[in-house]
């Protein structure tokens, strides 16, 4: 089994990198659904800003599992890399960047 404390930078980069994405994508996520909606002048800014809130974050918790196993299931197989952990750990991070 590998020491993987001298990895714990990687996990914390992979984290940092993670929630930045996820912050963009949402916000890019939004800007296409409420673009239109609040420059028509229907729906407020600040009332875009609530609903997305919600809506966001109810779909990363009820979609965020499938979409974790679809990625550990039907994209890469993770197995292959039962040995070499650290090196899945760099991969993963690496695409993230």
């Known amino acids: 089994m590998v020491d993987l404390q ?3 930078w990687m996990v914390i980069l992979g984290f940092v990198i993670a929630f930045i994405l996820a912050f ?3 916000a890019n996520d939004v800007a296409n659904s409420f673009g239109t909606a609040v420059g028509s002048g229907v729906v407020t800014l600040k009332q875009a800003c609530i609903l997305a809130s919600i809506f966001e974050t109810l779909g990363s918790m ?6 974790g ?20 750990m760099a991969g993963e991070v690496s695409a993230m960047v």
């Open 6 to 8: 001298e990895y714990l």
């Open 24 to 26: 963009s994508v949402g």
């Open 62 to 67: 009820l979609l965020g599992a499938k979409v």
């Open 69 to 88: 196993e679809t990625i550990r299931k039907g994209i890469i197989d993770v197995n292959l890399y039962n040995e070499t952990v650290p090196v899945l």
